[in-house]
């Protein structure tokens, strides 16, 4: 019998196979419905662009119907968990039409359960073969060729998918995810890029391109991207708040500094300790100093004076601003704490003499 873990994936198989046997010319469901295929959007192509022609070379049966009742014959049992029946009438199916399609899908699925991985491959290999038009299908078994540990095989699915429909992002969202499990980021960024410029409307593109280059610590470039992902959501302060993590980590503390204080009057609590501290950090090298010690006391308030780093800043920020008094209660404080540390010591000597 099927394990009760994977059941629910075979169901959603069966109900695919089971729809795509109906006689030609019938809706049937597409292999986007698969648990595994993701969500297509249709909006961001343009208004020129024309529906993919049906494939003129595809294969039709006369023998077709018959195979038909026999693959659902093979459904029953698969869906009671009899594997080794349904693969025997799933044979006895391909020797009248051996074009089948369904027959390649549910064999799949059957060596998949059955522990038959060359079998499966073999079986997904045939439905690739059978489906070259099929941008869908090309999409589905590219992901399931990539859990199956055939990496190039599934970026090749992919590729052709993205080939039959230029204009759908999801193909490209996929291979790029791809391309970053295997550490090929570069790739990743090249898939997104030529797809941004194909649908420069995106709303997607700039966060996956933002996201890689952060990660990448390229900061100048990812600021870029979420500057275009804040233009398409200006009341989304998430993407803004990443907007400004770039742009303080690439030298623009100006920029960072205002787009921090928009996040912050939106949500006082939605900064994180390091942003807090990118914030006040900016504010200080701006010579914004009573903006800038207002962020700090706020962060060691909030940290119970724990935090080295902004107890410095704290007190860089008051010697700054001229109140020694209140700079050297800072420092002061902070030396009981950690005495021996050096930058303290520096700020220390820093301390106007009595």
């Not at 791809?178 to 649908?199: C, I, K, N, P, W």
């Not at 398409?232 to 100006?254: E, M, Q, T, V």
């Not at 700054?320 to 010591?345: C, E, F, M, V, Y």
């Amino acid at each position: 019998m099927v394990g009760p873990a994977r059941f629910s994936l075979l169901q959603t198989f069966f109900l695919f196979c089971a729809t795509s046997l109906v006689c030609c010319g019938c809706q049937s469901l597409a292999i986007s419905n698969f648990p595994f295929a993701a969500k297509q959007t249709k909006d961001l192509q343009p208004a020129d662009h024309k529906p993919e022609p049906a494939n003129p070379h595809q294969r039709v049966s006369p023998y077709n119907v018959q195979a038909n009742e026999i693959v659902q014959q093979a459904l029953d049992h698969y869906s009671k968990g009899e594997l080794r029946q349904a693969k025997i009438l799933l044979a006895s199916a391909r020797e009248i039409d051996p074009g089948h399609i369904g027959t390649f899908e549910i064999e799949a699925q059957l060596s998949y359960d059955m522990g038959d991985q060359r079998q499966y491959l073999q079986s997904l290999r045939a439905i690739r073969a059978a489906s070259p038009h099929d941008s869908d299908k090309q999409s589905a078994i590219g992901t399931l060729f990539f859990q199956a540990g055939q990496t190039q095989e599934g970026m090749a699915c992919l590729k052709r998918a993205i080939e039959l429909k230029p204009y759908d992002e999801d193909y490209a969202l996929k291979l790029a995810a791809f391309y970053e499990q295997t550490g090929r980021s570069d790739d990743a960024h090249q898939v997104l890029l030529r797809a941004l410029h194909t649908m420069s409307g995106s709303r997607r593109l700039p966060i996956a391109l933002g996201r890689i280059s952060e990660a990448n610590q390229q900061w100048k470039q990812a600021s870029i991207y979420y500057t275009m992902v804040v233009n398409h959501f200006p009341n989304n302060h998430i993407w803004r708040k990443h907007r400004a993590r770039c742009l303080y980590y690439s030298g623009d503390y100006s920029a960072a500094f205002e787009d921090f204080i928009i996040c912050q009057k939106n949500d006082p609590k939605s900064l994180s300790l390091s942003e807090m501290i990118a914030f006040g950090d900016s504010a200080l090298r701006l010579r914004k100093l009573d903006q800038a010690q207002h962020i700090f006391d706020q962060i060691s308030t909030a940290h119970q004076h724990q935090l080295l780093h902004v107890e410095i800043l704290r007190g860089l920020c008051a010697i700054n601003r001229g109140q020694s008094i209140n700079a050297k209660t800072i420092i002061d404080t902070a030396r009981t704490k950690w005495p021996a540390d050096p930058t303290l010591l520096q700020v220390a000597a820093l301390l106007p003499a009595k």
